[in-house]
């Protein structure tokens, strides 16, 4: 790629985004890049004990390097923890020191214990809360304050879920998912006299790892009280079966590039009295009636 | 190549304002328009609506940057004549993909002295008016078993109190339970149903002087403006103060953006979505 003005609906911007070494995250990374952003991301790129299914590998945040290069963007990536501001403070003054700026953050990053609310103990209540909740207010501080400074404006994106409006059998998950979209209303209401935008994007059902992993599927024939399943696609099937009546649109689950759209839309000025906004991308199902 | 290249989009209230930004933006991004507006005033409404030439000015913006229209006089009250203008844009492009309910009026009348005629009105526009432009539209579309893509403009009222609308403020609120249970409906024919609810915009809605007596009443004790500026100073001051972004209105353009996303096909798993776009004010 030459040193040519960059083009597209987010050009010249700089986006930070957390949890950026597959799935969603990844997506989010290529498809700024594709519309003329350069991307700060990291990723924890390692497992975490309380947590359900496996976590993101060093292999996967160099796959998203190659598909950002690829897409015509330039990127800084690391291995960093959102539960640590040392780490990510760490992260972005590379990232300042590489590009300059921050316009954009996307604070993606996210673990589950997928335990019923019987089952599950304080400490991996608690752990949830660190990644998803805590790793969050981690994720925007330092962003917000260098905005402030720099004083042209910036757009906070935080990944919620539709658990935000309908029951799941998650009590931790859903607690962290749900008062992020009270913490953005009351980041927004500080933050919109600096004109910082702050919303939350409720994906519905999206096919990632997070829920295409072996992990899950034994988790899934759990639930849905069957033996095991004999293979990934079987498990595909199953899910998509049962996610289907939860949506308004006959679709078991979306695409990750779905949510980009959205992403790419709150990330751009096309979207500049945008704020405080709970944006669902999720084929109907926090609407529809169980 | 576009963003709803190919599509076509039937929108109502598009002789000016909102309606027409609409109209250019979506032919910008390769979009056909079907436009519908009243295009006379109406009984009980006392402030002015959109004129003749107002739609012909839509129609050159529209044409001047090279997209297609059929644009027509009707009113959102009458489903004879949405359908014949429908059969005329239908004639010409195919059946809609996208539908834009923008036609709309506010009386801003104190309740006490509210007429039950002021009051139907109001429901009769903004929330029949709705339900007879998507009857109008749907058949054709699922017919075409394409999908599509209907956007109901609603406003950010429905989230706050305000003084001297509560016709307005119910007609607004009822086209979220009419998007919820269509959404519903029509999922299954991949026909989505999105509403926007928009902050201030300083169209001819609020750039008059109906609403410049509320505004007098509300921050200048209801001394008349000296002059159209000093109107919309005070108009500025008073709606800003309302808003997490402190402005006091936002451009048609704005609310043009989140048409365009939601009619693209960017937001194809988007349906039964309440899309503020109101610097918080919804929030606030
Ligand atoms: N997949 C879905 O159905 C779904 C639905 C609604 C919301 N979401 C949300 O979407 C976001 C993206 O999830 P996804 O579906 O791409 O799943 P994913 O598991 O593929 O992605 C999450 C990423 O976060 C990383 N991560 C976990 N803990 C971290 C930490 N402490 N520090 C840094 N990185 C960490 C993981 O390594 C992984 O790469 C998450 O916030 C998730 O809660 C997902
Ligand atoms: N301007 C604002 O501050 C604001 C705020 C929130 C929501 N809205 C909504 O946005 C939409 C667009 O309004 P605008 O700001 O462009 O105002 P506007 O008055 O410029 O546009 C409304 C259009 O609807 C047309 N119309 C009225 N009654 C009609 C009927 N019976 N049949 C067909 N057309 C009819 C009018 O002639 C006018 O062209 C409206 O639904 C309005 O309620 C406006």
Not at chain 2, 8 to 28: D, K, M, N, P, Y
Not at chain 2, 63 to 78: T, W
Request: charged share 25%.
């Amino acid at each position: 790629m030459g040193s040519t003005v960059a083009t597209g609906r987010v050009a010249g911007k700089v986006a930070f985004i957390t949890g950026a070494a597959r799935g969603q995250g990844r997506s989010h990374a290529v498809k700024l890049a594709s519309e003329g952003a350069d991307i700060i991301a990291l990723d924890i790129c390692e497992d975490l004990p309380f947590a359900h299914s496996p976590h993101a590998t060093w292999a996967d945040m160099e796959e998203t390097v190659r598909l950002v290069e690829a897409a015509g963007g330039r990127i800084v990536a690391r291995k960093a923890d959102v539960r640590s501001r040392e780490q990510i403070d760490a992260v972005l003054a590379e990232g300042l020191e590489a590009f300059g700026k921050i316009d954009v953050v996307i604070a993606n990053a996210a673990a589950i214990a997928y335990k019923n609310v019987l089952d599950i103990t304080v400490e991996e209540f608690e752990a949830t809360l660190d990644v998803n909740l805590h790793g969050v207010f981690n994720t925007v501080q330092t962003p917000v304050r260098h905005m402030i400074e720099r004083n042209e404006g910036g757009s906070i994106i935080l990944i919620s879920s539709g658990v935000a409006y309908r029951a799941t059998p998650s009590p931790d998950y859903s607690a962290a998912k749900t008062a992020l979209i009270t913490f953005a209303r009351a980041l927004a209401n500080e933050l919109g006299p600096n004109r910082i935008r702050v919303n939350t994007i409720e994906p519905g059902y999206v096919l990632t790892p997070a829920l295409d992993n072996d992990k899950y599927g034994e988790r899934t024939a759990e639930l849905l009280g069957r033996e095991p399943f004999a293979s990934r696609e079987e498990h595909r099937a199953a899910m998509w079966d049962q996610f289907k009546p939860r949506n308004m649109l006959p679709v078991g689950w979306v695409e990750p590039e779905a949510i980009s759209n959205a992403v790419l839309w709150l990330a751009s000025d096309e979207s500049r009295y945008v704020t405080a906004e709970e944006l669902k991308v999720d084929a109907g199902f926090a609407d529809k009636s169980a | 190549m576009g963003r709803v290249e190919g599509k076509v989009a039937f929108i109502t209230g598009a002789a000016r304002g909102q309606g027409r930004s609409h109209a250019v933006r979506l032919a910008e991004e390769g979009a056909s328009i079907i436009a519908v507006d009243i295009c006379h005033d109406v009984d009980l409404i006392a402030m002015p609506l959109a004129t003749r030439e107002d739609l012909e000015e839509t129609v050159r913006e529209v044409e001047a940057i090279g997209g297609r229209i059929v644009a027509r006089e009707a009113d959102v009250r009458d489903s004879a004549q949405l359908e014949a203008a429908l059969a005329d844009g239908i004639a010409a492009f195919g059946p809609p993909d996208i539908v834009v309910t923008s036609a709309g009026v506010v009386p801003f009348v104190p309740f006490p002295t509210m007429s039950e005629a002021t009051w139907r009105t109001t429901i009769d526009v903004n929330l029949t008016g709705v339900y007879r432009t998507v009857k109008a539209a749907l058949p054709s579309m699922v017919e075409a078993g394409k999908g599509g893509s209907i956007v109901f403009i609603s406003s950010g009222i429905v989230f706050r109190g305000g003084g001297l609308v509560v016709d307005y403020a119910s007609s607004k609120a009822g086209v979220v339970g009419l998007m919820r249970s269509l959404a519903l409906e029509l999922g299954p024919h991949g026909i989505r149903v999105n509403t926007i609810f928009p902050t201030n915009v300083l169209t001819k809605m609020l750039d008059n002087e109906v609403f410049g007596a509320v505004v007098s009443n509300a921050v200048n004790e209801g001394r008349p403006f000296e002059s159209r500026e000093q109107r919309v100073e005070a108009m500025r001051g008073m709606l800003a103060a309302r808003n997490m972004i402190p402005l006091g209105w936002i451009e048609p353009k704005d609310i043009s953006e989140g048409v365009l996303f939601l009619a693209s096909d960017e937001a194809r798993y988007i349906t039964s979505e309440s899309l503020r776009i109101d610097l918080g004010f919804g929030g606030k």
